[in-house]
């Protein structure tokens, strides 16, 4: 018997854009199976916010956190966790090795975890709250409009 792949986390946000939920819900099916991937999806759907919605591209992934960083483009919460997807994403996407002990460094769960974690609380600042002020911004002008006020600043 086969059951569907399912995952404990909550669903994407309808406000994010599609193809970074893709991603995200990707990286949130494979978790269990393999924190190494969903690291590495967890990656790639940080980089593709950076480069499509913030319109940040440099020579790699490192420099345009660090310029998200030094924008001050999130709070200070997800500045201080961002770069956890990029390092815990190397984990998954190099055969990076311990110093003390020559193994390959894994990804551990938890460190997966975080980074979805990271990932959904830049969704909620970057799309989900700001559709919400425009939903309640966009109402009240229309109320204040049939009053015959003008739109709020």
Same mark, same amino acid.
């Given at each position: ?103 390959? +460094? ?11 974690? +990271? ?35």
């Amino acid at each position: 018997m086969f059951l569907p792949k399912s995952t404990t986390r909550p669903p994407c946000p309808i406000d994010v854009p599609p193809s970074l939920a893709e991603d995200y819900n990707e990286a949130c099916l494979v978790f269990a199976d393999s924190p190494k991937a969903s690291a590495a999806l967890s990656r790639r759907c940080l980089q593709n916010i950076i480069h499509d919605h913030l319109h940040i591209k440099k020579r790699d992934l490192n420099a345009e956190i660090q310029e998200v960083i030094d924008k001050n483009l999130f709070p200070s919460d997800i500045l201080e966790s961002i770069d956890s997807i990029r390092a815990i994403g190397n984990f998954a996407a190099h055969p990076i090795k311990s110093t003390s002990s020559g193994e390959v +460094v894994p990804v551990e769960p938890d460190e997966a975890e975080w980074n979805l974690d +990271v990932l959904e609380m830049i969704f909620d600042f970057q799309f989900v709250r700001p559709a919400l002020v425009k939903k309640k911004r966009d109402a009240l002008n229309s109320k204040l409009k049939d009053a015959g006020k003008p739109d709020i600043k």
